[in-house]
């Protein structure tokens, strides 16, 4: 599970992602995302599949939008482990 965790994370722009979604009091919009990173959407939905399907981050639908945050469970789990 961890080496997975790893890989994703291994990916600079990704562990960006998860780093400000971790700030976050709320969750993200993908809209300010792809704002914020100055990338395509495409590359975003890319980066986003690798992290959700590790379980670091958790996607919710609102109409046509996707709002991200991070997993308790991964973070506790992350936290853990560097420790």
Known sequence: RLATIAKALSEPLRA???????????????????????????LLSHH????????????????????YSVSNDALKELTSWLS
């Open 16 to 42: 960006r992602i998860v780093d400000l979604l971790r700030r976050s009091d709320q969750p993200v919009c993908q809209c300010e995302l792809i704002a914020l990173y100055e990338i395509k959407q495409s």
């Open 48 to 67: 986003m599949r690798k992290l959700v399907d590790a379980g670091i981050v958790d996607v919710e639908r609102r109409h046509k939008w996707a709002y």
